[in-house]
């Protein structure tokens, strides 16, 4: 009893020293209300287990960037919701306690666009041979990147069970980064990958990576009508 | 060849006079050439749908490849030093990363300290990170971000020459960053070749990681 | 106005020259179609006309540094377009090819009061304003499709108004012949 008290008053403490460094970080970065409100709402993250970095520096962008302060606060409490459904999302997967960042990858998916659910799917797929934290950042970066969420979940899924490296899972956003620079819509990029196609990462500079000679740039093809079979 | 039409029925025809106004003996000629012009199609043409993406499509490749021409430019003479420094497998893993916007020259351990123009970071486990942004327009830009506490007045980029590029090579912490350009010290600009993450504020950020291995788009 | 919300020409020039690619999409939509149909007209096809404009699109941003005046950007996009258009036709002129003809117009008979012979008349003219030399049908076409006076289609492309007047009489006497079944 006596030692579940002191844990409990230890805990206490380390929130109230917890809740200053939030202030102290704050200070000068942020009018006097949006300090005292995001340590209110960091105080309250940490009593609930959740990872409080992300909601001082959001605090801290918001202050740089001149933002109202109604607004730094509201978009602070979003941050912090999205970070609880994160956790519920990650613990919905298999992950009893998460670690810092993995909660933050997949906040980081629902900001993207990916759902709930997409975030429990792709903790269950790394179960114990992938870093859960990769994987849900690369699938948030993919959708970042304006790959439909659904076919960005797909593309990471497949890949863990073809058994592929943590390395090639790591390159999937450059990949389709580098179809969209071809010209290629996210989700076209993306489809390439996922057939093995590649786009031609490696060719920095070169002539392009190589196509299949069905393939046309979506700059270049035609639009309503069917070949003009008169026209050269 | 016909005759062609009378002065007279030519400035009726460019809306200088009325029929009314034109010698009787006139009028039925310029009553054809009337309905000459008159037969003239004005429907108003609009163009498919899809043309905007298109359009879209082909600028923004455009706007990669000159990153990434201008990549090329600032990899080369300038870099020599810190080329020798680094293990000659990380600068090739480098060279292979995609459009635009950061290059990554690791810092291998136990390797030779940072070379003049880049602040030393003091910690192992940083890699230097080069930002690029083509902007002829702007007259001052910066980079800020959760690495600098976004301060827009830590990390200034410097013009590449004559070519509207801007640039500046940072230290950074391993692990997951948002940034953006600051431009002419107002308007922040996320990076457009690299992946968008709403700020929560109305505009966007853009994400890299870093890792020992490097920076990825990531 | 509408979707492109309020900023001007020159804010949006000014965006993108500061590195915000994507707000050029703002100007696409803007002028997509405004010159659409100068374009079509000029070169005979609605296809031709959009690939015209779409590459006119492009072009623009490729040199949106050099537009002088980012406030006068709807006049500069026209005159790449027009560069465009007599490129376009010189090209074909080149190769033998004519240039198209319409497949794809808006018939007479068509519209709620048109006849059948208004409406051959209308293809008769399309037909032969592609035998007009680009100067003529250009002044043409900027004259009674676009609607425009002569002291602004001066103020487009830099001719003088005498000289626009004169090509445009030529055009007149030379259409007269190509038409005459049809008057």
Not at chain 1, 74 to 79: N, P, S
Request: proline letters at 6%.
């Amino acid at each position: 009893m006596r030692s579940f008290l002191a844990l409990g008053f230890a805990l206490s403490t380390a929130l109230r020293l917890a809740a200053q460094d939030v202030g102290a970080r704050l200070e000068g970065h942020v009018p006097p209300e949006v300090q005292s409100a995001v340590k209110d709402i960091a105080a309250d993250a940490a009593a609930r287990g959740l990872p409080t970095e992300p909601l001082v520096q959001k605090a801290i962008e918001g202050g740089a960037k001149r933002v109202p302060a109604g607004r730094v606060i509201e978009a602070v409490r979003a941050l912090a919701a999205r970070l609880a459904g994160a956790t519920d999302a990650v613990r919905a997967g298999g992950l009893e306690s998460p670690k810092a960042d993995v909660v933050e990858g997949g906040a980081d998916g629902l900001s993207a666009g990916l759902s709930a659910g997409h975030v429990s799917a792709l903790v269950r797929a790394s179960r114990a041979a992938y870093d859960p934290a990769l994987v849900l950042r690369v699938a948030a970066t993919l959708a970042a990147l304006g790959v439909p969420p659904k076919q960005a979940v797909q593309l990471v899924e497949g890949m863990i069970k073809d058994g592929r490296s943590s390395s090639d899972l790591l390159s999937l956003p450059g990949e389709v980064q580098a179809g969209v620079a071809d010209g290629a819509t996210p989700a076209e990029a993306a489809e390439r990958v996922n057939h093995g196609g590649g786009n031609g990462v490696g060719n920095a500079g070169g002539n392009g990576p190589p196509h299949p000679p069905d393939w046309v740039p979506p700059g270049q093809g035609k639009r309503h009508k069917p070949p003009n079979p008169h026209k050269p | 060849m016909s005759l062609g039409y009378h002065p007279l029925v030519k400035r009726l025809l460019d809306g200088e006079l009325s029929l009314a106004e034109l010698p009787p003996e006139l009028r039925a000629e310029g009553a054809e050439a009337l309905r000459l012009v008159g037969a003239v199609d004005r429907t108003p043409v609009v163009l498919s749908p899809t043309l905007d993406d298109r359009v879209m499509a082909v600028v923004r490749r455009h706007a990669a490849s000159r990153t990434r021409r201008a990549w090329h430019w600032l990899t080369a003479p300038r870099d020599v030093e810190l080329r020798l420094r680094v293990r000659p497998a990380l600068w090739a893993g480098a060279l292979a990363i995609a459009a635009g916007v950061a290059l990554l020259l690791a810092r291998a351990p136990g390797s030779a300290p940072a070379p003049a123009p880049v602040a030393r970071s003091g910690a192992r486990d940083s890699v230097f990170v080069r930002f690029v942004l083509y902007a002829p327009g702007a007259r001052h830009v910066a980079v800020a971000g959760t690495f600098n506490q976004w301060d827009r007045n830590a990390a200034p980029l410097v013009r590449a020459g004559t070519t509207g590029v801007w640039t500046t090579t940072l230290a950074l912490p391993v692990g997951q960053h948002q940034y953006a350009f600051v431009v002419d010290g107002e308007r922040w600009v996320a990076d457009p070749a690299a992946p968008a993450i709403e700020d929560g504020f109305g505009r966007r950020n853009s994400m890299v990681a870093v890792t020992m291995r490097g920076a990825h788009t990531l | 106005m509408g979707l492109a919300g309020d900023a001007t020409d020159s804010e949006v020039v000014r965006a993108v020259l500061g590195g915000e690619v994507e707000r050029y999409a703002v100007l696409v939509r803007r002028y997509r179609d405004r010159y659409a149909r100068y374009a079509a007209r000029m070169l005979g096809s609605l296809d031709a006309g959009e690939d015209a404009v779409q590459d006119a699109l492009v072009r623009a941003f490729d040199r949106l540094a050099d537009c002088r005046e980012p406030d006068k950007f709807a006049g500069w996009l026209f005159l790449i377009l027009r560069n465009r258009c007599y490129a376009e036709r010189r090209r074909r002129q080149r190769e033998g090819r004519p240039l198209d003809e319409r497949d794809d117009g808006v018939a007479a008979a068509d519209r709620p009061d048109g006849t059948l012979e208004e409406a051959e008349r209308m293809r008769a003219l399309e037909r032969s304003l592609t035998h007009l030399t680009p100067e003529q049908r250009e002044v043409f076409v900027l004259k009674h499709v676009e609607g425009l006076a002569y002291d602004e289609i001066a103020g487009r492309t830099g001719a003088t108004v005498a000289s626009l007047k004169m090509r445009m009489h030529r055009a007149y006497d030379r259409l007269r012949d190509l038409m005459k079944e049809h008057l």
